[in-house]
């Protein structure tokens, strides 16, 4: 059974920094695709960044240059650094991550993805 536990989330002020983690069981980090995804009131889910087995990421728009993404297969973790953090950017926070057979996509559309977290919330005041 897989699950996707996510830490880290809270209330910073605008330009603070918040590190998002996904801890995951039953799910290898690194064995394909994972990727944090948000969604904020009123909006649809969206992607942030996505990370493949190579380590390649992908980046949104609106965070490339203050977000990073990163997977720790010793810890079995995967991580969101996040900075120069703005208002646009409160949300809830999900882990996402992409099942076997391998091989499909790997992409930020949220339906690619098999497995969510419950999300973490993140709160950013000016």
């Known amino acids: 059974q897989v699950q996707l536990v996510e830490s880290g989330g809270g209330s910073v002020q605008s330009g603070g920094s918040l590190r998002l983690s996904c801890a995951a069981s039953?799910?290898?980090?690194?064995?394909?695709?994972m990727g944090w995804f948000r969604q904020a009131p009123g909006k649809e889910r969206e992607g942030v960044a996505i990370?493949?087995?190579?380590?390649?990421?992908t980046y949104a728009e609106s965070v490339k240059g203050r977000f990073t993404i990163a997977q720790d297969q010793v810890k079995n973790t995967l991580y969101l650094q996040a900075g120069m953090l703005k208002p646009e950017d409160t949300a809830m926070y999900y882990c996402?991550?992409?099942?076997?057979?391998?091989?499909?996509?790997?992409?930020?559309?949220?339906?690619?993805?098999?497995?969510w977290g419950k999300g973490t919330l993140v709160t950013i005041s000016s």
């Open positions: 996402a991550a992409v099942g076997p057979p391998y091989g499909g996509r790997c992409d930020m559309d949220p339906n690619a993805m098999d497995y």
């Open positions: 039953g799910y290898t980090v690194g064995d394909y695709c």
């Open positions: 990370i493949d087995s190579a380590s390649i990421t």
